[in-house]
């Protein structure tokens, strides 16, 4: 089984500032993991993705997340926050890489964005 | 990536009556799709996965005979909630499985009246 844990619901960054939103998983296979962004009443947009190889991932929009084994973490970080980025975001573990695998999501974090 | 979009964006109903909701791959052929309910400020929550040609499969708790899925050829599945009541207004989105990612959907909100 597997499963993702979001601490914070919420995250505030200043504009400019850092924005780090954290994600932790559990799974009994090798994980392949994922962030994915929401804009009110939209469907899923992708950030990035781990699949294997290079532990530091870059997505798009200046969004990258770093996977740790140890940790079984899988943060998403932003250098310098744009409003633009107000939104929500999902991290989710894939329980195989088929087209039919499983896509188990966390909670959610939204992360809002002040001047 | 590749494009999927859901038909129509918004539904309202009246309580009793069925709605269908259609969900299309644009630009490759989907063997799975993959249906998702999301309650207000809430994560995604599988309903169902969706194989070109065969049977769906629901997720525990998920009522079959409501949700009605179709998926009957490589770029359309659709869902069917028959006798709709309010508590399942909701925005449903569906995706469409591809190796090492789905794609998803824009959405459909709908409410029952």
């Known amino acids: ?115 | 990536g590749a494009v999927v979009s859901q038909h129509p964006s918004r539904v309202i109903c009246k309580s009793g009556t069925s709605v269908k909701i259609e969900c299309r791959s644009l630009d490759f052929q989907a063997t799975t799709m993959f249906w998702y309910r999301q309650f207000p400020k809430q994560s995604l929550m599988l309903m169902a996965t969706s194989n070109e040609g065969s049977k769906a499969t629901y997720e525990q708790g998920v009522e079959k005979d409501k949700f009605l899925i179709n998926h009957a050829s490589l770029t359309l599945s659709t869902l069917t909630v028959t006798s709709a009541h309010p508590e399942d207004s909701s925005f449903y989105i569906c995706s469409a499985g591809a190796p090492l990612e789905q794609y998803f959907g824009p959405g459909t909100r709908l409410t029952v009246t």
């Open chain 1, 1 to 115: 089984a597997q499963s993702v844990t979001q601490l914070g619901s919420h995250v505030s960054v200043s504009e400019g500032a850092l924005v780090l939103l954290r994600c932790n998983y559990s799974s009994s296979v090798p994980p392949y993991l994922f962030w994915y962004v929401q804009y009110p009443n939209q469907g899923l947009q992708l950030l990035l993705k781990y699949t294997t190889g290079a532990t530091l991932v870059k997505g798009i929009n200046g969004f990258e997340a770093e996977f740790k084994k140890s940790e079984t973490s899988f943060h998403l970080t932003k250098p310098s926050a744009h409003m633009s980025d107000a939104a929500e975001y999902f991290c989710a573990v894939s329980d195989g890489t088929g087209t039919a695998s499983k896509l188990t999501f966390g909670t959610g974090t939204r992360l809002q964005v002040t001047l």
